[in-house]
Every structure is written in C-alpha cells, then in structure tokens.
C-alpha cells in the first residue's frame, strides 16, 4: 500500500510534469548564470530519477528539451561546484539504467572523455558518481567500449580500485565488473 507521503510526492511529480516543468528547468540553466545552476540541476536530478512511469517519460523530455546537448553537458560537468557535477552524473546514470536506446543520445553528447575525466577529480563524491555514471552506461552492452580504450578509461577505473574513498571504490568495482560482462 502506498504511504501518503509516497502519494504526496508521486502528484507532485505528476503536477510538475503536466506543467512542463522539466523544459523550463533545462532552459532555466541554459539561460542563466552557471553560478545559479544548483538549484534547477538538483530539481532535474530529483524528477529523473523519480520511480514508475513518469521517470522514462521525465527521461524522455529530458532529452527531447536539451538536456543532453554536448554544450550543455560538457559546461555542466565542468562546473566548479562539486554537487552540480554530481546531479549532473546521476541524471547521466539514470538515463543509461531507464533505456539501453538512451546510449546513442548519451553518446551524441560527448561525455564519455569528461566523465572519464572526472575519475581525477578532487572531490570523492564526484569520482564515485563518475564511477557509477560509467559502469550505468556499460550496463545493457559494449555501445562504449572502444572510446572507453581511446580514453583510457578501464585503466582509469583500475587505479581508482584504490581510492582513499570507499564509494569511489565500490563503484569504480561495480563499473569494471559491469564493463567485462560484456
């Protein structure tokens, strides 16, 4: 049985996506100074990754408004503030885990470099996320595995098996084991 506060948030994410919210959100952080992105990234992060039904619909006007334009994706990712960097990688995931089809528009958007870049990262919850971010996109088949070679991103992940951090371990573990299923 759903509790009323699982109904409470699935009418609001109803409510925000009859409004067209997640469009205004993306043009929001087109439009505005990269200095106000927190907060209308972490919305989106929040409404792709909602459960049921709405989040592949969510997903898919994620995509269909912008959300994976290389520009967009590569200043977003670049972003000085490692929570922005975060939301971002977590969007990325989830779109990798929700369709198999949603590699190719991953692909299109040219992060695959940065994200593998971001493994250097100073901050650990952004190289656990680009860990986590990396071994979604390997989840469904090998769509990635010879830019992965190009970047050197395996041997990224390799090294990062030896974080200081344990998030950053665990999943850069769970990328290596999803990249070698296939």
């Known amino acids: 049985e759903e509790q009323p506060t699982e109904r409470a948030n699935r009418q609001f994410r109803a409510m925000l996506f009859e409004r067209n919210v997640v469009k205004t959100l993306i043009e929001s952080v087109t439009t505005s100074p990269s200095d106000q992105w927190s907060a209308p990234i972490a919305l989106l992060s929040s409404l792709v990754m ?70 250097d990262h100073p901050d650990a919850s952004v190289r656990a996320r680009a860990c ?4 979604s996109v390997c989840r469904h088949d090998d769509y990635f595995y010879e830019e992965f070679l190009e970047v050197k991103t395996v041997e990224k992940l390799i090294e990062r098996c030896g974080d200081r951090d344990r998030s950053t371990r665990k999943w850069a573990t769970f990328a290596i084991g999803n990249a070698a299923f296939h």
């Open 132 to 135: 986590n971010a990396i071994g």
């Open 50 to 119: 909602s459960s049921g039904i709405q989040s592949s619909q969510i997903a898919a006007i994620f995509i269909a408004s912008g959300g994976l334009d290389p520009t967009l994706c590569g200043k977003v990712l670049q972003h000085s503030s490692a929570q922005v960097v975060v939301d971002w990688l977590i969007i990325i995931m989830q779109l990798s885990r929700i369709d198999k089809e949603n590699s190719r528009v991953i692909d299109e958007a040219n992060i695959i470099k940065i994200i593998t870049r971001l493994l």
